[in-house]
T-cell receptor, first 112, second 115 residues
Framework: DSGVTQTPKHLITATGQRVTLRCSPR?????VYWYQQSLDQGLQFLIQ???????AKGNILERFSAQQFPDLHSELNLSSLELGDSALYFC???????????FGSGTRLTVV | QKEVEQDPGPLSVPEGAIVSLNCTYS??????FMWYRQYSRKGPELLMY????GNKEDGRFTAQVDKSSKYISLFIRDSQPSDSATYLC???????????????FGKGTHLIIQP
């Protein structure tokens, strides 16, 4: 157990729907990162939050959004889902931006 | 040219062999270098972290960074079947307040250690 908890582990939904992925960072970590992993693109950085504030954005689509709550857990919202959004979504946390990240076990999203 | 290049493999070697995994990068803004191991359907696990040119050793693993050549390597000595996994290099920029763009990953090398 890495200390980073992601729920749900698996999610199957239809095109056009909206889902929410949840992440609890490792105790003491203030930074949360979201990554998407697909076979052809590898691990792609989506967005980072630090202590409740958005810190950096990567290749995140406008249909996707995220937030970090006062208790530091984070949610990634994916809307108007398309088949191409099927992927593994990882959350990671770190104590500081210059440190290595600890990853959760991911949420496997399948859009049908 | 991609920011980080990594041979996807698969790389198959016999048990006990020394494994060499490599990445090249193009942006000199990268100042922090990591190697992650990912087993199938699991999250990446941090193996090595370094921020300077040279070698860093941890058990059977050695990370090597050559900033002048923009080349990083991971060596695995006495490889074991349990080392079979995908190995990803990950780089972090040193500008923009430190890592503000998130880690940039290579696509990973699939390593197979044959018993």
């Amino acid at each position: 157990d890495s200390g980073v908890t992601q729920t749900p582990k698996h999610l199957i939904t239809a095109t056009g729907q909206r889902v929410t992925l949840r992440c609890s960072p490792r105790s003491g970590d203030l930074s949360v990162y979201w990554y998407q992993q697909s076979l052809d693109q590898g691990l792609q950085f989506l967005i980072q939050y630090y202590n409740g504030e958005e810190r950096a954005k990567g290749n995140i689509l406008e249909r996707f959004s995220a937030q970090q709550f006062p208790d530091l857990h984070s949610e990634l919202n994916l809307s108007s889902l398309e088949l191409g959004d099927s992927a593994l979504y990882f959350c990671a946390s770190s104590v500081s931006v210059n440190y290595g990240y600890t990853f959760g076990s991911g949420t496997r999203l399948t859009v049908v | 040219q991609k920011e980080v290049e990594q041979d996807p493999g698969p790389l198959s070697v016999p048990e006990g062999a020394i494994v060499s995994l490599n990445c090249t990068y193009s942006n000199s803004a990268f100042q922090y270098f990591m190697w992650y191991r990912q087993y199938s359907r699991k999250g990446p696990e941090l193996l090595m972290y370094t921020y300077s040119s040279g070698n860093k050793e941890d058990g059977r693993f050695t990370a090597q960074v050559d900033k002048s050549s923009k080349y990083i390597s991971l060596f695995i000595r006495d490889s074991q079947p349990s080392d079979s996994a995908t190995y990803l290099c990950a780089l972090l920029r040193g500008d923009s307040g430190g890592g503000a763009d998130g880690l940039t990953f290579g696509k990973g090398t699939h390593l197979i250690i044959q018993p």
